[in-house]
């Protein structure tokens, strides 16, 4: 057997300590926690739970490749069995955090003038602040669906003109309706790259559009939030 | 008087390359090694887990061996000694339960068995690539691991909690590896692992390895085995043209409805799975595709399901593997709502067997009048059987040589049970 041939790949599985917890929205958080040895690309995802439950959940990364720390942003779900329990964890307390993982990252070979189009709904903003953080990307649009504006979740962090609000319950944001409205309005061409991030409705309907678009599937990436 | 190893295995070929690595060293060590649970001395059940219903079959071969009065040493290991680890070692409380990082010193674990050491095997230093080539196996085809563990995470699957993070083996010893068991007599290699497609060693892909392999200056076809079909690059389908690599491929679709496949965290959309096909078949107009489908996913409609079995009829399939979905703890289809009932399931799970066997008979329809290259791994009761290179039984009324390959005239198909298989004759 050659040198440096992994003995065992099991999930690797540590504690670490909170050290900040930002409240976004009366249901949605940023948890700050202790990197340790944790390296990952960005778009990657770790599981998180409550430190003496059985359960995890999965969450994109929403820091960047070179803070000190690590970031999730949660939004809380009713009667679920991860992130409520999540919120009530205080700084300096704990959570069960297993190795990152994901494929959802930026292709290294792709030229640094690449035009990328993000499309989030919600808190599938989350790897895409990760990608802008890690500087992965210059050339971006990041197209935002929400309800509310009040869900941009420190949207200061993008150029403001790359960064597109699409609100669809109120005319607060940049745009008055759903991002897959605003995707039909405005073409971005078939040679940009497009990452998509949310719940499977929003992927599924943005697929369909880009394909009439005529943009290549090969040009479409996509990671489904549940 | 030799020790005898009895060995059940189940599931996947990635079991199937280590029940026959294990096997091999027991030769070597001196020891009897068969393919079933009487009269042996110590009994290795190799088990699966992907679906209830392998968890079943994995605990009714054990129940099987003790009720028919196996008191020798038990060994559980594979997938479900991962996943229920404590369950069976309460159920089990005279059986040795290996995880599959632990798998490859069962040799050490049986020894220190039989020298009466204490030797827990989790105290064994172990290792997923920690085989060596086998020399004596219960295949004709050589099993060729390359890679172990999962990253994708798709809804329904538990693999990724039972066999770890994807690592991959080293190229060199890959090559070495093949080079070994060609020399052994082996004419076919078969490239084995959980997630193929993912390959990586040190920025060596998938591709480059098969590059690397194919490039062996040894007689030997190459034949890849499950593959994912979400990452494939150009110079793959090149590779494919290669005369060492067989025109077989099984790719996984499980679903030809785009939501489902969403709402499975699928890494490809049906679109891009049919446009791989059709490059596949521009390869070889009668390159082989074999699938797996799950039917009956949480939220699967009569119209995703539909989906599917036109794909069934679209794709040409050479054979299609049907799953009725099974619920896996721990995973996240597992917490989704809009189950569809047993019922139901079943229902659809016939309407596609159906369809995958009208399939399966017109794509072998087409050998008919050809010539196979058929390597023959069964002989008995004065005929033989094998498979040519693209993978579809072949059956000749004729007592042939195990392990040869020979040139034979498809003349017709003869169904046994469901199995329509290919008749042919050699040709001198």
């Known amino acids: ?226 | 008087m030799k020790k005898r190893i009895g060995f059940k295995t189940l599931g996947c070929r990635l079991n199937q390359f280590e029940t026959d690595a294990l096997a091999s060293k027991f030769v070597g060590l001196g020891y009897e090694v068969v393919e079933n649970s009487k009269d042996i001395d110590v009994f290795i059940v190799n088990t699966c887990t992907v679906t209830n219903q392998s968890d079943q079959k994995s605990r009714y071969v054990v129940n099987n061996a003790l009720n028919h009065g196996h008191t020798g040493m038990l060994v559980i290991t594979g997938c479900m000694a991962n996943h229920h680890k404590e369950q069976l070692e309460k159920r089990y409380p005279n059986a040795y339960v290996v995880d599959n990082q632990q798998k490859s010193t069962i040799p050490q674990l049986v020894e220190a068995h039989y020298n009466k050491e204490i030797l827990p095997s989790n105290q064994n230093v172990g290792g997923v690539f920690d085989y060596a080539p086998a020399a004596e196996t219960f295949h004709t085809r050589s099993m060729i691991k390359i890679q172990d563990g999962c990253d994708n995470y798709c809804t329904f699957c538990i693999i990724p909690k039972v066999r770890g993070r994807a690592v991959s083996r080293p190229v060199e010893d890959i090559l070495e590896n093949i080079r070994q068991v060609v020399g052994f007599g082996y004419k076919e290699v078969v490239i084995t692992g959980v997630n193929i497609s993912r390959y990586n060693d040190n920025g060596i892909g998938f591709s480059a390895l098969l590059k690397q392999i194919v490039d062996i200056n040894l007689d030997f076809r190459v034949r890849i085995s499950s593959i994912e079909p979400d990452s494939f690059d150009e110079a793959f389908f090149e590779l494919l043209k290669h005369p060492k690599i067989t025109p077989h491929l099984h790719l996984c679709l499980q679903s030809a409805s785009e939501s489902v496949l969403l709402q499975m965290r699928r890494m490809y959309t049906y679109k891009l799975y049919k446009r791989m096909v059709e490059r596949l078949r521009a390869v070889d107009p009668r390159f082989n595709i074999t699938t797996d489908i799950i039917v009956g996913f949480p939220g699967e409609t009569e119209a995703d399901f539909q989906k599917s079995l036109e794909a069934v009829e679209e794709l040409n399939f050479g054979h299609v593997h049907t799953f009725k979905y099974s619920k896996r703890e721990d995973t996240r289809a597992a917490r989704m709502s809009n189950t569809v009932p047993e019922s139901e399931k079943s229902l659809r799970s016939e309407q596609l067997r159906q369809a995958a066997n009208d399939s399966k008979i017109n794509y072998r329809q087409q050998f008919v009048g050809d010539q196979l290259k058929v390597l023959v791994d069964t002989v008995k009761d004065g005929y033989s059987k094998g498979y040519g290179e693209y993978y579809v039984p072949v059956k000749i009324n004729q007592v042939l040589e195990r392990n040869k390959l020979y040139t034979v005239k498809i003349t017709g198909i003869e169904t046994w049970g469901e199995e329509p298989n290919l008749i042919g004759v050699v040709q001198n």
Do not use: W
Request: aromatic share 12%.
């Open chain 1, 1 to 226: 057997m050659g040198k440096g041939v992994p003995a065992a790949n099991k999930i690797k599985t540590d504690l670490h300590e909170i050290l900040d917890i930002r409240h976004l929205t009366d249901s949605t958080f940023v948890l700050r926690i202790e990197k340790k040895d944790l390296e990952f690309e960005a778009g990657q995802h770790v599981c998180v739970g409550p430190p003496n439950g059985i359960h995890t959940r999965e969450y994109s990364i929403y820091s960047a490749e070179q803070d000190e720390y690590i970031e999730i942003l949660v939004k809380e779900v009713e009667n679920g069995l991860v992130s409520p329990s999540l919120k009530k964890l205080q700084k300096g307390g704990y959570v069960v955090v297993e190795e990152p993982v994901g494929y959802f990252t930026i292709n290294k070979d792709l030229p640094q003038a690449q035009k990328y189009v993000f499309i989030a709904s919600g808190t599938g903003v989350s790897p895409f602040h990760s990608f802008v953080l890690s500087g992965k990307a210059q050339n971006y649009t990041l197209l935002h669906g929400v309800k509310y504006a009040s869900e941009a979740y420190e949207s200061e962090a993008y150029d403001e003109n790359k960064y597109v609000l699409c609100t669809s319950q109120e005319d607060k944001g940049t745009f008055n309706g759903r991002v897959t409205d605003y995707l039909k309005a405005n073409h971005f061409g078939v040679d940009a790259h497009y990452y998509l991030c949310g719940n499977c409705n929003m992927i599924h309907d943005v697929y369909d559009i880009l394909e009439e678009q005529g943009v290549s599937t090969d040009n479409i990436h996509a990671e489904v939030y549940f």
